[in-house]
């Protein structure tokens, strides 16, 4: 059974960083494109980047310059690094998988507020 587990959301003020980690099982990791997804409040879900098995990754130009994704094989995690958060990017965030099946983790709230 595929299982992601996100953790590391919070309540951030705007400016700041933070660190989502996303710990996979159940999949053979290294071969899957993994991804985090966002969904505010009353909006549809939306990629915000995402990392193939060949290590290039991508980005939604809304986070680009401010966001990095990262994985490591080794551990089945897949990170994503968000600094100079801004208010629009609350939302809740989620972890997704895809190798033989597309897989999603239960999400992890993120708040930018002052």
């Known amino acids: 059974q595929v299982q992601l587990v996100e953790s590391g959301g919070g309540l951030v003020q705007p400016g700041s960083s933070l660190r989502l980690s996303c710990a996979a099982s159940?999949?053979?990791?290294?071969?899957?494109?993994v991804a985090w997804y966002r969904q505010a409040p009353g909006k549809q879900r939306e990629l915000v980047a995402h990392i193939t098995a060949g290590d290039a990754p991508n980005y939604a130009d809304s986070v680009k310059g401010r966001f990095t994704i990262a994985r490591d094989n080794a551990k089945n995690m897949v990170y994503l690094q968000m600094n100079s958060l801004k208010p629009e990017d609350t939302a809740i965030y989620f972890c997704?998988?895809?190798?033989?099946?597309?897989?999603w983790g239960q999400g992890t709230q993120v708040t930018v507020s002052s």
């Open positions: 159940g999949l053979i990791f290294r071969l899957a494109t």
């Open positions: 997704y998988a895809q190798h033989l099946g597309n897989y």
